[in-house]
């Protein structure tokens, strides 16, 4: 159109072009504000993932610990029937189902074990194609499960130790026992101690009352009537039989 001197035609020709720069401009612009929101929102949508990673390992120190709350709430549910409540007997069955849900957050050690056996395969493979950048991060990868196990290996080693010490303490509470006139607390593990404690008391039963002394005869006696059923927590030979 310049060469043929129609300005008029060059300038509508040039006018058409640079709309159609501008709309081009426009819709990269475009495509890229779509761009950036899409990359906004897929970190938006990590971070949330993270924080929701956050939340279930502050509620549950370990997969053993998960086990555990799991474990009591099965037992809520049986109590829950047994009693006809049905209604919170279905909540407890709504609490199970969530939580077993956490289970694929938290996997047994032997889970991650394999996993870490896979890992170290991959490892090996990528070192022997000298694929070293894929190595360095499969052994991060590796330092982190290890450090995991570790960490729940140690969680149920104290979880083992507790339950132990708690079945010796309520072993050991169990043990019949008797506060005696000066306020020691005696207890008995075996049937020949009690026999003799019972004996010894009814000794004392006999003396106070030869000298008159009911009061304490009578503190005696609620002594032998106390060890006396204590008998049912200690059974003889014969009774065992």
Same mark, same amino acid.
């Given at each position: 159109?310049?060469?043929?001197?129609?300005? !008029?035609?060059?300038?509508?020709?040039?006018?058409? !072009?640079?709309?159609?720069?501008?709309?081009?401009?426009?819709?990269?612009? /475009?495509?890229?504000? &779509?761009?950036?929101?899409?990359? #906004?929102?897929?970190?938006?949508?990590?971070?949330?993932?993270?924080?929701? =990673?956050?939340?279930?390992?502050?509620?549950?120190?370990?997969?053993?610990?998960?086990?555990?709350?799991?474990?009591?709430?099965?037992?809520?549910?049986?109590?829950?029937?047994?009693?006809?409540?049905?209604?919170?007997?279905?909540?407890?069955? #709504?609490?199970?189902?969530?939580?077993?849900?956490?289970? *694929?957050?938290?996997?047994?050690?032997?889970? /991650?074990? $394999? &996993?870490?056996?896979?890992?170290?395969?991959?490892?090996?493979?990528?070192?022997?194609?000298?694929?070293?950048?894929?190595?360095?991060?499969?052994? =991060?990868?590796?330092?982190?499960?290890?450090?995991?196990?570790?960490?729940?290996?140690?969680?149920?080693?104290?979880?083992?130790?507790?339950?132990?010490?708690?079945?010796?303490?309520?072993?050991?509470?169990?043990?019949?026992?008797?506060?005696?006139?000066?306020?020691? !607390?005696?207890?008995?593990?075996?049937?020949?101690?009690?026999?003799?404690?019972?004996?010894?008391?009814?000794?004392?039963?006999?003396?106070?009352?030869?000298?008159?002394?009911?009061?304490?005869? $009578?503190?005696?006696?609620?002594? *032998?009537?106390?060890? !006396?059923?204590?008998?049912?927590?200690?059974?003889?030979?014969?009774?065992?039989?």
């Amino acid at each position: 159109a310049v060469s043929s001197r129609d300005f !008029v035609g060059a300038s509508s020709k040039q006018a058409a !072009v640079t709309e159609a720069k501008q709309r081009l401009e426009e819709a990269l612009e /475009m495509e890229g504000l &779509e761009k950036d929101e899409e990359n #906004e929102k897929d970190v938006e949508a990590n971070q949330n993932e993270e924080n929701n =990673d956050k939340n279930i390992e502050a509620k549950f120190a370990s997969r053993a610990d998960l086990e555990a709350q799991i474990s009591a709430a099965k037992k809520d549910v049986d109590r829950a029937i047994s009693e006809k409540d049905f209604q919170n007997a279905s909540v407890y069955q #709504e609490k199970i189902d969530e939580l077993e849900r956490y289970r *694929v957050q938290f996997p047994t050690v032997k889970e /991650m074990e $394999t &996993e870490l056996s896979s890992l170290e395969k991959d490892m090996a493979e990528t070192i022997k194609n000298k694929d070293f950048v894929n190595a360095g991060s499969l052994s =991060d990868k590796i330092d982190k499960l290890k450090a995991k196990i570790n960490a729940e290996l140690e969680t149920e080693q104290n979880e083992t130790k507790e339950d132990q010490s708690e079945d010796a303490s309520q072993e050991k509470s169990s043990l019949p026992s008797v506060t005696t006139l000066d306020g020691t !607390v005696v207890e008995f593990t075996t049937r020949a101690q009690l026999e003799n404690s019972i004996k010894e008391h009814e000794n004392g039963v006999q003396d106070a009352a030869s000298s008159k002394d009911f009061t304490k005869a $009578t503190q005696l006696q609620t002594i *032998v009537d106390k060890l !006396v059923e204590s008998r049912k927590a200690l059974l003889s030979l014969s009774e065992l039989e």
